[in-house]
């Protein structure tokens, strides 16, 4: 970090953020200029929280130079993290893994159909939620607990790993219970108390973008959890919010490349919620894998016109499995056997 101090500082307040610095188990070295005084921060091992310095007297601003998060990044870690959850594996040179299922879960019959569907077609996770976070709360909430055991019944039918969503520390023994993979939705991209939790697991986690986080955000939301143990992070890009109302969210494609240099985390994309729309989402999985993403997360229902949720954006059976054709085909081409 860098500290720059106002034309008129005086050396008595440079002495004193040089003590703060220093209280803080850190090197401070003035760089005196023509003009003004600037004085370096050495010795920190990542982002320096700034708060004690930032309004100091004399102190104009503070120029952060590494960035908030480290254990995620490439230049920490420059061999990319494959996930494995069983035979399963995520990342780099692998097969892009396709995850789907019914956005939540509504009854044993839809959730075997959906598993059985998705399985025929060549998926390899199945999802579901048994914990809704809906914008209002009239809305369907989903089953719980009782959601959870529909879910793993209808994965374990057909040999499947399943991946749900966890939204409070209080589920997490139930989710762990019943699930492969712990969802974070984007509504708790930074609910850092729930990723401090996770991160003490050893179980995979797929952590979704939040709707209005910039990457920087991201990647320091995966670090909570990185930074606590737990090195089976997938990352997931579901769409940002931004003036266009046409579609759900704006898939924002371009974070694959930039995730896939900046961090070692796999990648993957769900082009359902990025979309809102069930006629666009093969052709946002198709740009996805183009993108480079390690996988993608579709939702599919046996019946969307009868979904409790999100049937506007949910694939059918017939659907999704040419979806799985043309995929295969793509993946081929990329030098992937799907
Ligand atoms: C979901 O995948 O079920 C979900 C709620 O997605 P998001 O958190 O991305 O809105
Ligand atoms: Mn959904």
Redesign the pocket.
């Known amino acids: 970090m860098l500290i720059v101090m106002e034309l008129n500082a005086t050396a008595k307040q440079v002495r004193r953020v040089q003590e703060v610095v220093e209280d803080m188990g850190l090197q401070a070295a003035p760089i005196p200029g023509s003009e003004r005084t600037a004085i370096g921060v050495l010795g920190n091992q990542g982002y320096v929280d700034d708060t004690a310095i930032r309004n100091l007297p004399g102190v104009r601003e503070c120029i952060h130079v590494s960035k908030p998060f480290k254990l995620v990044s490439r230049d920490f870690h420059p061999g990319s993290t494959i996930v494995e959850i069983g035979d399963l594996r995520i990342g780099e040179g692998m097969a892009p893994v396709v995850i789907a299922g019914p956005?939540?879960i509504e009854s044993i019959d839809q959730m075997t159909a959906a598993a059985r569907t998705v399985k025929k077609a060549g998926a390899s996770m199945l999802?579901g939620?048994a914990f809704?976070?809906r914008t209002g709360p009239h809305s369907f909430q989903g089953l719980g607990e009782k959601g959870l055991k529909m879910l793993r019944q209808a994965g374990d039918q057909v040999g499947m790993p399943v991946i749900t969503?966890v939204m409070r520390i209080e589920q997490l023994d139930a989710v762990c219970r019943y699930s492969d993979v712990l969802?974070i939705?984007?509504?708790?991209m930074q609910n850092f108390d729930l990723l401090k939790e996770v991160g003490r697991l050893d179980t995979p986690v797929l952590l979704?973008?939040g709707?209005s986080a910039t990457v920087e955000e991201f990647l320091a939301a995966a670090e909570y959890i990185v930074a606590e143990g737990n090195e089976r992070v997938v990352l997931?890009e579901?769409?940002i919010r931004t003036f266009e109302r046409a579609t759900r969210n704006t898939l924002d494609l371009s974070v694959v490349p930039l995730i896939r240099e900046m961090s070692h985390l796999p990648i993957i994309v769900?082009p359902?919620?990025a979309t809102g729309l069930r006629s666009l989402v093969p052709v946002m999985s198709k740009a996805a894998l183009v993108a480079g993403a390690h996988g993608v997360?579709v939702?599919v229902h046996p019946d969307p016109a009868k979904a409790l949720?999100?049937g506007a954006q949910s694939l059918d059976g017939p659907a999704f499995e040419s979806l799985m054709n043309e995929l295969r085909g793509l993946a081929a081409y990329l030098g992937h056997d799907l």
């Open positions: 956005c939540s999802r939620g809704k976070p969503e969802q939705g984007a509504r708790n979704k973008r709707m997931c579901r769409g769900d359902s919620h997360m939702e949720c999100d």
